[in-house]
């Protein structure tokens, strides 16, 4: 079993950064895929980053938004950078036991979710 625990979400202006963090329970952090999703009101939620042997990013984050890892601390991080107002949702953070570099989008594919932290940003 793997708790997952978000944090660093917050209000920020459009053009502005935050940086989350997922921090996870287990000695096996290392071998799981990970991955931020975001779900804004009333949609649906939909895949932001993930990493495992590569890094995949959405359309609309790429060049903005930066996933990694320290497996040391059994944490990931999502860095977001130039924040745009469409942004703003709540952000998941999610870990799947196997890695894949075609079904990292998918939201069935990952085993263990957070809580979700809030990030608004505001235009």
């Known amino acids: 079993q793997v708790q997952l625990v978000e944090s660093g979400g917050g209000l920020v202006q459009a053009g502005g950064s935050l940086r989350l963090s997922c921090a996870a329970s287990?000695?096996?952090?290392?071998?799981?895929?990970m991955a931020w999703f975001r779900q804004a009101p009333g949609k649906e939620r939909e895949f932001v980053a993930a990493?495992?042997?590569?890094?995949y990013y959405a359309d609309s984050v790429k060049g903005r938004f930066t996933i990694s890892r320290d497996n040391a601390k059994n944490t990931v991080y999502l860095q977001m950078n130039s924040l745009k107002p469409e942004d703003t949702a709540v952000y998941y953070c999610?870990?799947?036991?196997?890695?894949?570099?075609?079904?990292?989008?998918?939201?069935?594919?990952?085993?263990?979710w957070g809580q979700g932290t809030q990030v608004t940003v505001s235009s």
């Open positions: 999610a870990a799947s036991r196997l890695y894949s570099s075609t079904s990292y989008y998918k939201r069935d594919y990952y085993d263990y």
């Open positions: 287990g000695r096996t952090f290392g071998s799981y895929g």
């Open positions: 990493i495992s042997w590569s890094t």
